[in-house]
């Protein structure tokens, strides 16, 4: 604190410029008495017209002019003939009382506001340096979440106030940054309202008349990112508190959008990195281990012809391991594929019959302990669809339906004619699905329980998911009344083209 403050803080009566105004009159008048008779009179008007100064660095302009006046008074009384006498002998001191009276008047005028700039100037550099200290403390903000607390915790210090901060997320939906902020609608429709419009909005506060509601638009380098709400203690927003507000509310915006940006930043190197790791293993994939197990496919095969029974099984046993491993390691390569987009389908008009039929034709002696019951509509239409997906699809349907149903049941597999789409089932009789994750069941690499003895990785029904919805269609499963579980899909119906008519040659 300055000398000049500390004299300042030292009265704090509204009155004390006064009392000291006139002491100084009266100290300076009894100085200068005993020198009347020695320094001319209007040589003493220099002496008060320095008081006056001196009392308007110290104090408002109203003490300041009480001390010009007062001191005309003195000096007209103590030191101008006829003495102790308010009466002027000689006219000609009259012009010297106007103009002692005018130029005190002026330069405490002057004076007076030179020093309220000192003031303001002193205090807006102490703003400032606020300012560029909290400054400093967002730009070393890591995380989202601190900039609200420093932002509070410098409303509280230097308003005594209660900062908010709305931000607006990625998804565009409005949020509170602050933990625990409980805001009424109605505030929240202010504070749209703010950041649709742009512009600072003050009201008396909802909840207490006494204070001051402030909401300035944070405006970032990019776009408009949220809303600092700020509630004041007070019924006025003064111009000094008004620009320190918008400073802050700048200060705010680039801190929250460069944090945003980091964590764009961070996102895309963390992708990048996925991608160049989810090549790097499809690749592997590809070239180490779907290669060898072809080469061993065959060789098994080549084994199957040999004679000698216990080697033809052990032959048979290696060849469907073998197999086994081959479908894990496609399964793979196909969610990979279709969670990345880079599967293009191929779609066609194509009969649903032949693709069911070449279906079950896959997977042959895997069905072969089971019952198949297969029940299509006479007059299926052509659908639009890439054959080979929809055969995955068939394919991992009925192994499935396969694998947790017991030995000599009966899957049947049905075709429905809706509005709009052909629906597909397959049911089985098996133990069910477990309660409550049904939902859960379509997504990569999730089992239901107790099927840990059942060979796979949980792939099946999430590409079957990934290629139905790829078709514009919807997969869903559920439990049947009279028990096992079924599994249905649809696929759009459209007008297929008009089939081109045959033209014949005539004959040569």
Known sequence: MSGFTRFRASFVHPLAGYAVASLGVILLTAITLPLSQAIEPTNLVMLYLLLVVGIALRFSQGPAAWCAISGVL??????????LSLAVGDVQYLLTFAVMLLVGLLLAHLTARLREQAVLAE?????????YALARELAGCIDQAQVPLLVAAFMARE????????????????VCLNAGANSPDVLRAMVETVLRDGQLHEQADLFDAARRLVLLPLDAPMRRRGVLLVSLPQTRLARPQR???????????????????????????LDMERERLRSTILAALSHDVRTPLTIMVGQADALCEAEGA??????????????????????????????????????????????????TAHLGDRLST???????????????????????????????????SPAGSTLRMAAELQADAVRVSVEDEGPGLP??????????????????????????????????????????????????????????RSEPPPLAEEVELPDA
């Open 74 to 83: 003195a000096f007209d009384f103590f030191h101008i003939p006829p003495r």
């Open 123 to 131: 205090a807006g550099e102490r703003s400032a340096q606020r300012q």
């Open 159 to 174: 308003l005594q106030a209660r900062a908010e901060l709305w931000w607006l997320r990625s998804d565009e939906r409005l």
């Open 243 to 269: 620009q320190m507000l918008e400073a802050v509310a700048v200060l705010v915006a680039i801190a929250l959008e460069r944090l945003h940006y980091v964590k764009v930043a961070q996102a895309a190197t």
């Open 310 to 359: 216990p080697a033809r099984a052990l032959a048979l046993a290696l060849r469907e391991q073998a197999m086994r491993m081959s479908e894990l390691v496609n399964n793979l390569l196909d969610m990979a594929r279709l969670q990345s987009g880079g599967m293009v389908m191929r779609r066609d008009w194509q009969s649903l019959e032949e693709i069911i039929g070449a279906a």
């Open 370 to 404: 089971h019952k198949l019951e297969i029940a299509l509509p006479p007059q299926l239409p052509l659908l639009e669809f890439d054959a080979v997906l929809i055969e995955r699809v068939l394919c991992n349907l009925l192994e499935n339906a396969a694998k947790f």
């Open 435 to 492: 309660a409550g994750q049904v939902a859960r069941l379509f997504e990569p690499f999730v089992r239901g329980e107790g099927v840990a003895h059942v060979a796979g990785l949980g792939l099946g029904l999430s590409i079957c998911r990934v290629i139905v919805e790829a078709h514009g269609g919807r997969l869903t499963a559920a439990n049947r009344e009279v028990g096992g579980a079924g599994f249905a899909f649809t696929l759009p």
